[in-house]
Each structure stands twice: as structure tokens, then as C-alpha cells.
């Protein structure tokens, strides 16, 4: 069984950053799909960046181009979601979820609890 565990979230200025982490651990494959999604009240779940654990594929939304960054640590096939300048609208519950056909698709297997980032102006 999958786990996966979130930190990082919290409240922030805006112009401010926060940076999520997501730890997978109960997965065998040495390579996966890793992303990152979130939520707002009353919106869609929203992609906003995946990774190829293992491998280099990196996807950003565009709505987050230039100000989020994602990375890895293979070893610890833990994910982190850079994320700067920061705007009000970012504002939104982050899920991380894991193991899919297509990093850069929605088609998750696992997702994490969700870790709440709020943006004030």
C-alpha cells in the first residue's frame, strides 16, 4: 500500500514562499509518477506540477510558470513543490498523489491527505 506524506503548508504574505514536501514510501517501482494538484473552495481539482520519479520529465502548469519549481530526491522518492511569489489566488488545499499512466495527467492511483496553503494580500 501506498503512502504518502505531506508538510509545508501554511500561510503566507502575498509575495512570500512556501515549500511543500511529499514523501511516497510502500511503492517498489524505482520509477513513478509524482504530482502535485490543489483546490480551491468552490473550483476544480487543478493540476500543478508532476515529475518522473527516477527519471527527468518535469511538468509545471502554466497558471504557475516561473514562480513554482518541482524537484526530487530519488532516494528518498520524496517530492518537493518550490513555490514563490506567491499570490492570493494560490490559495488552496495541495494534494499530492502518486503512480500514474502519464505524469503531466490527472489519472492518479494515490493521493495524500491534502496540506493547506493560504495567501494573504
Known amino acids: 500500500q501506498v503512502q504518502l506524506v505531506e508538510s509545508g503548508g501554511g500561510s503566507v504574505q502575498a509575495g512570500g514562499s512556501l515549500r511543500l514536501s511529499c514523501a511516497a514510501s510502500g511503492y517498489t517501482s524505482s520509477r513513478f509518477c509524482m504530482g502535485w494538484f490543489r483546490q480551491a473552495p468552490g473550483k476544480e481539482r487543478e493540476g500543478v506540477a508532476a515529475?518522473?520519479?527516477?527519471?527527468?520529465?518535469?511538468y509545471v502548469a502554466s497558471s504557475v510558470k516561473g514562480r513554482f519549481t518541482i524537484s526530487q530526491d530519488n532516494a528518498k522518492k520524496t517530492v518537493y513543490l518550490q513555490m514563490n511569489s506567491l499570490k492570493p489566488e494560490d490559495t488552496a488545499m495541495y494534494y499530492c498523489?502518486?503512480?500514474?499512466?502519464?505524469?503531466?495527467?490527472?489519472?492518479?492511483?494515490?493521493w495524500g491527505q491534502g496540506t493547506q496553503v493560504t495567501v494573504s494580500s
Open positions: 515529475i518522473n520519479i527516477g527519471g527527468s520529465m518535469t
Open positions: 498523489a502518486a503512480v500514474a499512466p502519464r505524469c503531466s495527467g490527472n489519472e492518479y492511483n494515490y
